[in-house]
């Protein structure tokens, strides 16, 4: 293919960019003329509109594994088996094993356990308490509970007592369980491997469990290391609710996990977090699980101050009280928060428009945005209050219980 015809190519798939078949055309010249790197830019680029012909699928997933383009690789791999290709999905997921084995060395098992959603190198965390506002509660708490033992691993040998064991944040949405979980890690130097729902779960047969065995081997070769669960009710959803076997099987291989049944779980730190902890299965809870539970309120005054000022960091601003603000705020989240910030940079961008000019975002600004949001925290706190009065027979949730009798919180809730 000579280079003429390959740059006429480009300039015709540049002209016509949404032309598909004629991007199909360059992406095959380019890979016949040996630049797989180019062709698989423009396979890529196919992948994503969902317009990579079935019968390429195989053949584009091996180039891209010549080129170690792991993404591609696994897209093409789920493309094919989506699209029902029988022949040769087997050698992509070989090489998908392949690839993730030498990158992470973890061995991946035959039948195609993937723990590719774990970074291929694990960091120590850099965020500590200090990048959390307020919460000094909950932040004594968890040094007493968690960081300390890691960090006087003398003091609690001497007394026969191991550091590790699991951790469970449960609180409203977006009020820093995630960040909490970090700055844990950061606190004790500990690289931190977050695990997402999505890292894990799997349409396929099997592929959840092993998805989750993956993430628990990647945190034990990396140990000492926290390993944060996200949505823990999705993953541990009680079994006596859940009527089909798949969330059973899931859950089981989660215990097994946490109570290292054939692997060693010295210096492992399990945090996991959940909007719904009601939902957790109970055995999840157990001694030696995650039985330490703490509840994270939504953001007291300091940390919306201080969550504001993080917001408003990069924005040209002039006469902006946070405290004011964070006074004129209670019960709202992070989310919460920022939905304000956004709603008054609306404000702001249609007053430049108007007057041509650019003006600062102001303190008015912002109370008039407060004015228009309400904190999506009362609608949690309320399913807690039901949950609490009716189920909360083991007294496991007696910190939220004295949260909502707080004088600030039964007025918010009754207004």
Request: negative net charge; proline residues 5%.
């Amino acid at each position: 293919m000579s280079t003429e015809r390959i740059a006429a190519l480009r300039k015709a798939v540049e002209a016509s960019p949404d032309d598909d078949m004629l991007r199909l055309i360059l992406a095959e010249s380019l890979a016949t003329a040996g630049d797989a790197v180019g062709a698989l830019d423009e396979y890529a680029v196919l992948l994503d509109r969902g317009a990579l012909p079935a019968e390429h699928l195989v053949a584009v997933g091996e180039l891209a594994a010549t080129a170690e383009r792991l993404p591609l690789l696994r897209g093409c791999l789920e493309a094919a088996r989506q699209a029902g290709v029988v022949e040769g999905t087997g050698r992509l997921q070989q090489l998908v094993d392949e690839i993730v084995t030498r990158r992470t060395g973890v061995l991946v098992p035959a039948g195609g356990v993937d723990p590719a959603p774990m970074q291929a190198e694990v960091l120590r965390e850099s965020t500590t308490f200090d990048r959390v506002g307020g919460m000094d509660d909950v932040k004594q708490l968890i040094h007493r509970l968690v960081i300390l033992p890691l960090s006087r691993l003398e003091l609690y040998a001497k007394y026969g007592r191991r550091a590790g064991g699991g951790v469970l944040l449960y609180g409203p949405p977006g009020c820093g369980k995630t960040l909490l979980a970090r700055a844990t890690a950061g606190e004790c130097g500990l690289p931190f491997v977050n695990v997402r729902i999505e890292d894990v779960m799997d349409p396929y047969l099997g592929v959840s469990e092993r998805n989750l065995h993956a993430a628990f081997e990647r945190a034990r070769a990396s140990a000492p290391c926290v390993l944060f669960l996200d949505e823990l009710d999705a993953l541990a959803f009680a079994r006596h609710k859940h009527g089909g076997s798949d969330a059973r099987r899931l859950v089981d291989v989660l215990l097994q996990e946490l109570d290292a049944i054939g692997s060693e779980n010295d210096g492992l730190l399990v945090l996991a977090a959940t909007n719904a902890p009601w939902d957790v299965d109970e055995a999840m809870l157990r001694p030696g699980r995650f039985d330490r539970v703490v509840f994270v309120p939504p953001p007291d005054e300091a940390a919306r101050a201080s969550i504001v000022d993080v917001l408003l960091r990069d924005v040209p601003t002039a006469g902006v009280d946070l405290r004011a603000l964070a006074a004129r705020t209670p019960m709202f989240s992070g989310a919460d928060l920022r939905a304000v910030v956004e709603r008054a940079l609306d404000r702001v961008i249609d007053e430049a428009l108007a007057t041509g000019q650019e003006p600062p975002l102001s303190g008015a600004h912002l109370e008039a945005a407060a004015e228009v949001v309400r904190p999506t925290t009362l609608d949690w706190l309320h399913r807690v209050r039901g949950y609490i009065e009716f189920a909360n027979h083991s007294e496991r949730y007696d910190d939220v219980a004295a949260y909502l009798r707080t004088k600030d919180v039964r007025r918010r809730m009754a207004g």
